[in-house]
């Protein structure tokens, strides 16, 4: 887990002047990472003050945030929605008019930058702020939409708005609906999803999911759509420095350690590695396998290695040989 006193809400600290921290009403009180809820001073006593104050929901999902790496931009704009969602609740609660707003959303953002990850942390928000009344997540891609004849398109595109009523459409590759031109039966989904929308307003959200450049050419090529989806956020790629927290965190999630000379191998192995991929590099997901494939020769190891139990340090370090790849060439 990173230390509570994170560098990147510092910095933030450091930026905006106007940044006070609140004290949350939960048992974390004493975190000064993301749980730091901004507003001007005078804003903020006043909020603080306010009986109906209720940021638990906020707390809950900052508390899951300050697990992950990087994603400040992300979490500003999650932040921001939490607080129209609020602010509207607020000014309903005195009788003014709430802002309708559309919580329809384009995530653009390479493999593994995680993006399916903050679509559930997005759903448990709307859940608990009342925007949703199920709060699940419904990950679909082309296949699951396009069917094989006419009319089977719509059959079963209708079918998973249908499932996802209460929750979150979540679309990945969303692209590769318009991929096969006029005829082919991606457009049916496209404008069945498109009907969705307005027989089913506010009873789902839909995300559209993508490698950033490829949504850019699907938006500009169905310019009906863009307007349906005011909120668009960016992923971006994971420096190297960040995929070494991010394994980090992985490990110790798991309650391991990487040997010094292991941590050393693995950086250099992801700089290649993103280098050669590109965009086709698929960050945190790549990192999370790798782990994944380290535990298990770790195992194989100390089985071989020891017959009777190994020490607890033992148990906990990945070393070098356990971290291993198929070298391309
Ligand atoms: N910033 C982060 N900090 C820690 N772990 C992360 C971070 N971003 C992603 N992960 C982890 O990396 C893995 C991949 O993330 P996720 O599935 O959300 O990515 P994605 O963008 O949806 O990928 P894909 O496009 O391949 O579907 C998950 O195990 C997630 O927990
Ligand atoms: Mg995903």
Redesign the pocket.
């Known amino acids: 887990m990173r230390e509570p006193s994170s560098t990147s809400s510092n910095t933030k600290a450091a930026r905006n002047p106007r940044q006070m921290n609140i004290v949350l009403r939960n048992s974390e009180a004493n975190h000064t990472s993301y749980s730091t809820l901004r507003y001007g001073t005078d804003e903020a006593a006043a909020l603080n003050e306010s009986k109906s104050l209720n940021r638990e929901p906020f707390a809950e999902i900052a508390k899951e945030f300050d697990?992950?790496?990087?994603?400040d931009h992300v979490k500003d704009i999650v932040y921001e929605i939490f607080a129209l969602l609020q602010i509207s609740q607020y000014r309903m609660d005195i009788g003014l008019n709430s802002p309708t707003q559309v919580y329809h959303m384009l995530f653009k953002?390479n493999?593994?930058?995680?993006?399916?990850?903050v679509a559930r942390i997005l759903a448990k928000l709307f859940l608990s702020m009342g925007v949703l009344s199920k709060g699940h997540l419904v990950e679909v891609e082309r296949a699951d939409l396009v069917g094989e004849y006419i009319g089977h398109t719509a059959l079963k595109t209708r079918e998973l708005v249908k499932k996802a009523l209460g929750g979150i459409l979540f679309i990945?590759e969303a692209y590769s609906l318009a991929r096969g031109g006029e005829k082919d039966f991606g457009r049916e989904a496209i404008d069945c999803l498109v009907k969705s929308m307005e027989d089913y307003r506010n009873q789902f959200i839909l995300i559209l999911a993508g490698y950033p450049e490829e949504m850019d050419d699907f938006l500009s090529m169905n310019p009906g759509l863009p307007s349906r989806f005011p909120l668009q956020i960016d992923?971006n790629d994971y420096t190297v420095q960040q995929l070494m927290q991010?394994a980090d965190?992985?490990a110790k999630e798991s309650q391991y350690v990487f040997a010094p000379q292991a941590e050393m191998k693995l950086r250099h192995h992801l700089a290649e590695e993103k280098l050669n991929c590109g965009y086709s590099f698929?960050n945190?997901?790549y990192v999370?396998n790798l782990i994944e494939k380290a535990i298990r020769h770790q195992a194989v190891r100390l089985l071989q290695q020891y017959s009777t139990n190994p020490s607890r340090q033992e148990l906990m370090l990945l070393k070098t040989e356990d971290l291993r790849w198929e070298r391309k060439n």
Do not use: E, N, V, W
């Open positions: 697990s992950f790496i990087g994603m953002g493999p593994g930058t995680g993006k399916t990850t990945d992923f991010i965190l992985m698929s945190a997901r999370r």
